[in-house]
């Protein structure tokens, strides 16, 4: 029969824990890297929407009437009959 110490059977259960335990710490790490990445891209790409949003808006209110513009200051005025 196979003769183990209890110093080498503890160290041998500490390996043995040891290793699937950083194995899965690396796995959780990667995960979380990628999902912070990617939670950051899509706060920049909401970012980005209100900014084009607000843009759209301010655009919007703030287009100048028909007829008011500098185009039409440029255009001679057609007479009336």
Known sequence: MVEVS?????AAFVAAMGIPSAIMGIIVL????HYEAREEAQAEKAKAQQ?????????GQHRPRRGHGPRHAARPHKRRR
Do not use: A
């Not at 209890?6 to 503890?10: A, V």
């Open 6 to 10: 209890i110093g080498e059977l503890l």
């Open 30 to 33: 990667r995960f979380k890297s």
């Open 51 to 59: 900014d084009l949003f607000l843009l759209s808006e301010y655009v």
